[in-house]
């Protein structure tokens, strides 16, 4: 079993459309869970981290903690063009300082 | 406060040949990572550096890499007698300590190795 699972996509949007990213995780003693984004050939970047289960907001981006069902998700509002990239879920590992990325999920925002 | 950096971003290299990457984190950050990314796959942990002491090393790390922080700023990670198999970005990242004891981590642009 892996330790960050996503679906790897590709997923499409329309342009002002809310995408949905899920993220499931293994290991229950994680206590960090970030967002990145990532575009072709760029490295990634830093978008959301959320350490405590509910909600948290920051401009059009909502990240969600359900640390019972281990998962994490990211929902993007009113998704633009620029927005098309790949989201890649992380988590830290159970001595906290290994960190597991998932495979990422490949979103298209169609104009 | 620039950033990460990293140097080469780009280096070809023959089979069998040693190569040495530099990253330079975030000045305040004590914390340094580096991980390995292939083609359609997310950024693989490689090691953990806190200040000076490498406190964490991944399981699957070959004895071919070996990486050091010197003096717990800039940190360099050495391949020896590379293999086609090394072929992939090699990722910086740093970190220092927010709301939890690891911070969030910030990435630098990237080594990409291509091993012919």
């Known amino acids: 079993q892996k330790e960050v699972e996503q679906n790897s996509g590709p997923l499409s949007v329309p342009e002002g459309a809310i995408a949905s990213l899920n993220c499931t995780y293994s290991?229950?003693?994680?206590?960090?869970f970030f967002w990145y984004r990532q575009y072709s050939g760029k490295s990634p970047e830093l978008i959301m981290f959320?350490?405590?289960?509910g909600d948290k907001e920051d401009g059009r981006f909502t990240a969600q903690l359900n640390k019972a069902s281990q998962y994490v998700s990211l929902l993007i509002r009113d998704s633009q063009p620029s927005d098309s990239a790949t989201y890649l879920c992380a988590v830290n590992g159970r001595t906290g300082n290994q960190f597991y990325f998932g495979t990422g999920t490949s979103l298209t925002v169609i104009p | 406060d620039t950033g990460v950096s990293q140097n080469p971003r780009h280096k070809i290299t023959k089979r069998g040949q040693n190569v040495t990457f530099r990253c330079d984190p975030i000045s305040e950050h004590n914390r340094l990572y580096w991980y390995r990314q292939t083609l359609g796959q997310g950024p693989e942990f490689l090691t953990y550096f806190q200040n000076e002491a490498q406190l964490e090393k991944s399981r699957l790390l070959s004895d071919r890499f070996s990486a050091e922080r010197p003096k717990g700023s800039f940190s360099t990670l050495e391949i020896q007698r590379t293999e086609q198999g090394d072929s992939a970005m090699y990722l910086c990242?740093?970190?220092?300590?927010?709301?939890?004891?690891?911070?969030?981590?910030?990435f630098g642009p990237g080594t990409r190795l291509t091993v012919t």
């Open positions: 990242a740093s970190s220092s300590p927010g709301v939890t004891q690891w911070g969030e981590q910030y």
């Open positions: 959320i350490y405590s289960n």
């Open positions: 290991d229950r003693g994680s206590q960090s």
